[in-house]
């Protein structure tokens, strides 16, 4: 059974680049499904996609937050990381890693990572 | 991008009784391939949301089968036929047909009476 863990800085300042990374587990990145995707949930809001991409495609992302958005994947790490540049106080939220089929899109969700913008 | 709108937003429930999510989409989700890719997903209090149905009525393995998911083009419901008590948090809608990108109603937080 794939298992998703997310990693990475649970404080970052105002203006600096939010960094994670998702490590999957129990299987291969590249077979065991197709799509990984980032989605968020600001403090007692609802969920927000911000973008995903497949090992052989390029990326997509959410056009609000497009312009400051880098979604990449490391098959030889079995990993897949979120860059979210100049951040605010309004980027304070859960990060998510999720996987999913061609068809389906999301199936399978990691624990989630706060991550709290503040100087 | 589809806009899914959920109701009602909060909804209390008695133990045992049923209960009935409402997840309407801005335009019909049916895909060419005749699917509808419409998800229904629970999310407790302090964990990641779990899908419990796929493509509008198939439900997930180890989901109980007091669940069940209906509907098509723009309307679908998630339905529990009894309520327990693990049932309590945010149930949310999501469709996957016209991607990217996907989309989520502003869910339906369930509690007990």
């Known amino acids: 059974q794939v298992q998703l863990q997310e990693s990475g800085p649970g404080l970052v300042k105002p203006s600096e680049t939010l960094s994670l990374t998702c490590t999957v587990s129990g299987g291969s990145i590249s077979s065991s499904y197709y799509y990984s995707s980032w989605i968020r949930q600001p403090p007692g809001k609802g969920l927000e996609w911000i973008g995903h991409m497949s090992y052989n495609e390029r990326p997509y992302y959410n056009s609000s937050l497009a312009s400051r958005v880098t979604i990449s994947v490391d098959t030889s790490k079995n990993q897949f990381s979120l860059k979210l540049a100049s951040v605010t106080a309004a980027d304070t939220a859960v990060y998510f890693c999720a996987g999913g089929s061609s068809s389906s899109k999301i199936d399978f969700w990691g624990q989630g990572t706060l991550v709290t913008v503040s100087s | 991008d589809v806009v899914m709108t959920q109701s009602p937003l909060s909804l209390p429930v008695t133990l045992g009784q049923p209960a009935s999510i409402s997840c309407r989409s801005s335009q019909s989700l049916v895909y060419s391939d005749g699917n509808a890719y419409l998800s229904w997903f629970h999310q407790r209090p302090g964990q990641s949301p779990r899908r419990l149905i796929y493509k509008a009525s198939n439900r997930d393995s180890g989901v109980p089968d007091r669940f069940s998911g209906s509907g098509s083009g723009t309307d679908f419901t998630l339905k529990i036929s009894r309520v327990e008590a693990e049932d309590v948090g945010v149930y949310y809608c999501?469709?996957?047909?016209?991607?990217?990108?996907?989309?989520f109603g502003q869910g339906t937080r369930l509690e007990i009476k």
């Open positions: 999501m469709q996957g047909t016209y991607w990217p990108p996907v989309t």
